[in-house]
Nanobody, 127 residues
């Protein structure tokens, strides 16, 4: 059973930056693609960014492309989300997720295709 633990959330002003980290334990990340999702109050969960097991494929939502960057360290079993130029509409609980769909060759944008989820970390963008 894989456990995912997110960290790095907090309060930041518009235009600022945060770096979220997700640490995996209890299971190897071999052949697992990783994704970040978020859910704002009153809204459905949405895909933010994903990365394949081999790190050769990354994908971002249109709303964050050019501002957010996903990366992973397969030795440390971590996945990071660097968030720059944050906007108020980025306020949400951010979740890390892992999937072995397609042998981890790419990260799907559909949450139901992910097997493991973290508990989430709150990101608030406000002045």
């Amino acid at each position: 059973q894989m456990q995912l633990t997110e960290s790095g959330g907090g309060l930041v002003q518009p235009g600022g930056s945060l770096r979220l980290s997700c640490a995996a334990s209890g299971h190897t990340l071999t052949n697992y693609a990783m994704g970040w999702f978020r859910q704002a109050p009153g809204r459905e969960r949405e895909f933010v960014a994903g990365i394949s097991w081999s790190q050769t494929r990354t994908v971002e939502a249109d709303s964050v492309r050019g501002r957010f960057t996903i990366s992973r360290d397969n030795v440390k079993h971590t996945v990071d989300l660097q968030m720059d130029n944050l906007k108020s509409e980025d306020t949400a609980v951010y979740y890390c997720a892992a999937t072995d769909w397609g042998w981890g060759t790419r990260a799907p944008k559909v949450g139901s295709q992910y097997r493991y989820w973290g508990q989430g970390t709150q990101v608030t963008v406000s002045s």
